[in-house]
């Protein structure tokens, strides 16, 4: 028997849009995740700014953001030699794919999509056509990179479901193209909740400072969210139904630690909220600050980061070519010679 044979690596994508301060769901629901999957994948992790402008944004503010989020990346220990991390507008084949995948996408796909929704109803002066054609944008990105697994929390699942649909579609039409994508969410922390309301999802785009953690926030700031965190009229630490907000501080416990929610029960017996929630900000702000130390010297050199995003997006362009190209082929585009 030929021991040599390597099976390929299997690919995956993922992206965060640098569309605010990142919080710990973006952390707990995908970043982390990603760290642990470097070694067996060939991963390749994007900072969608395109996606980012169907809101509005401030351009000094996305700019900064766009390093920021990059340097979380790595600062999280996502090992630039090992994976593929660039900004997606250094890719123009994103939104060439894009336009090609709308012409599969049906209108009505679109509009039972919850994300636009939320959005349009957060943003009712601004409903633009980007903001109800993103999923196809975030199709696009998986696409181009036959993409095997996407590591994303649960509130991406519909647009992510939407992506096998579309490729579903294209191949069936036009034959096998696409490899079909399967999402990877986490079983804990796939949904972290605002601390401000706990029926909703965290967000960095809450207007409300205190209804999140942010990954780059100071140890009193997390500790006093924490202790501000809304919670229930009961008193003892249990997992329980109706019990959202001692729910989410023991999700969120519970993936910094490691520990399961009995273990969790068993250690806060006979203690109080405020004890729990002062032990839930101090292992939060423990857990985040060496990435918050890499981080700060991570964006002393831009220079360094700029020469990831080039590398990555070299990278990323060679096989987001070869896609496209193919695309055109099977839509009957001729080839430019
Ligand atoms: P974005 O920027 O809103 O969030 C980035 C990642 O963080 C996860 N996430 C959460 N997980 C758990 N609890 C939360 N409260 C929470 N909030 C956010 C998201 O599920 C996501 O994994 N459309 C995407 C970005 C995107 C993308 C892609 C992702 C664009 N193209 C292609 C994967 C593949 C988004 O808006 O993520």
Redesign the pocket.
């Known amino acids: 028997m030929d021991n040599n044979i390597t099976v390929p690596k299997k690919t995956i994508?993922?992206?965060?849009?640098?569309?605010g301060n990142?919080?710990?769901?973006?952390?707990?629901?995908?970043?982390k995740n990603w760290t642990t999957l470097q070694n067996e994948y060939n991963c390749i992790y994007?900072v969608?700014d395109m996606?980012?402008i169907t809101v509005r944004q401030v351009p000094a503010d996305l700019r900064r953001r766009t390093y920021e989020t990059l340097a979380i990346y790595i600062a999280a220990g996502l090992d630039p030699e090992k994976n593929t991390l660039f900004v997606?507008s250094h890719v123009p084949q994103h939104a060439v794919l894009a336009w090609d995948l709308g012409c599969f996408t049906m209108f009505g796909e679109l509009s039972r999509m919850t994300?636009f929704k939320d959005k349009s109803r957060s943003n009712a002066d601004n409903i633009n056509s980007g903001l109800f054609t993103?999923?196809v944008?975030?199709?696009a990105?998986?696409l181009l990179y036959k993409?095997d697994l996407?590591?994303?929390?649960?509130?991406?699942k519909q647009?992510?479901e939407l992506?096998r649909d579309i490729a579903i579609r294209f191949n069936s039409i036009f034959s096998d193209t696409f490899t079909i994508p399967e999402g990877y969410?986490?079983k804990t922390?796939?949904?972290?909740?605002?601390l401000a309301d706990p029926t909703k999802?965290?967000?960095?785009?809450d207007a409300n400072p205190n209804a999140?953690i942010g990954i780059l926030d100071s140890k009193d700031d997390i500790i006093r969210k924490f202790k501000r965190a809304v919670t229930d009229s009961d008193t003892t630490i249990r997992y329980a139904d109706g019990k959202d907000g001692i729910n989410n501080l023991m999700n969120i416990y519970s993936c910094f630690t490691g520990k399961t929610y009995g273990e969790i029960e068993k250690e806060f017996d006979g203690r109080g909220y405020g004890d729990f929630k002062l032990a839930v900000g101090e292992t939060v702000a423990d857990s985040l600050s060496p990435l918050k130390t890499k981080f700060d010297t991570l964006m002393k050199d831009k220079a360094y980061l700029e020469d990831i995003m080039k590398n990555g997006a070299f990278s990323a362009s060679r096989i987001a070519e070869r896609t496209v190209s193919k695309v055109h082929k099977k839509l009957g585009f001729v080839v430019k010679s």
Request: net charge positive; charged share 10%; proline share 7%.
């Open positions: 994508f993922s992206g965060v849009q640098p569309s990142l919080t710990i769901g973006n952390y707990l629901g995908a970043i994007c969608v996606h980012a997606q994300q993103y999923p944008l975030m199709a990105d998986i993409t996407v590591p994303v929390g649960s509130d991406q647009h992510l992506a969410i986490p922390g796939m949904r972290i909740m605002s999802k965290m967000s960095k785009s999140s």
